[in-house]
């Protein structure tokens, strides 16, 4: 199958870093796509890492293992508006969509 | 620049009516899709659109239809909603290999 598994919730206080996984459970894929949700809104993009490695954009990072399946958002100096729900998405071979996950609820506690 | 904008933004609906979801963009992307989002579940794949006049099935597409005429506009239709059809609807666009814009969502409920 194509399912993707992640934390179903994470909490942290202000100023920490937290990190999310997101295991993908098949063999190669295509990329890997995090989206941030805040309750009520929509998703937005926040990063792709097409290739294996570490990709940096500001206080988050991404970071893909397609040999292991594996990749995580992690969220340095956390801040309250950080608090919302964050989806991992991969693009499955041969496919033309992404594969979202359950999504990982991040609490953040002053 | 509007990027997506989904219609309406909120709709009760009777069990057998039916509805049409409209999502128009403006960023000129080939790539169109229409996801719902369940508590617990993600957001799954109800059909999809590649380029203007085709569709494709989803994870997600028994009883609902699309229509993708022009290129900045993909439509959702109900065509005799059900309550398990009660849900978040969100379309999306992208380029073929970009991260997604999505639209404000839907929120339907059924009774």
Redesign the interface.
Known sequence: GQSLEQP?EVTAVEGAIVQINCTYQTSGFY?L?W?QQHDG?????LS?N?LDGLEETGRFSSFLSRSDSYGYLLLQELQMKDSASY?CAVRPPKS????????TRLSVLP | NAGVTQTPKFRVLKTGQSMTLLCAQDMNHEYMYWYRQDPGMGLRLIHYSVGEGTTAKGEVPDGYNVSRLKKQNFLLGLESAAPSQTSVYFCASSLQTSGYTFGSGTRLTVV
């Open positions: 179903s990329g796509s989206y809104g929509a998703p937005t993009f792709y097409a989806f033309q969509n992404f594969v979202f996950g359950p999504g």
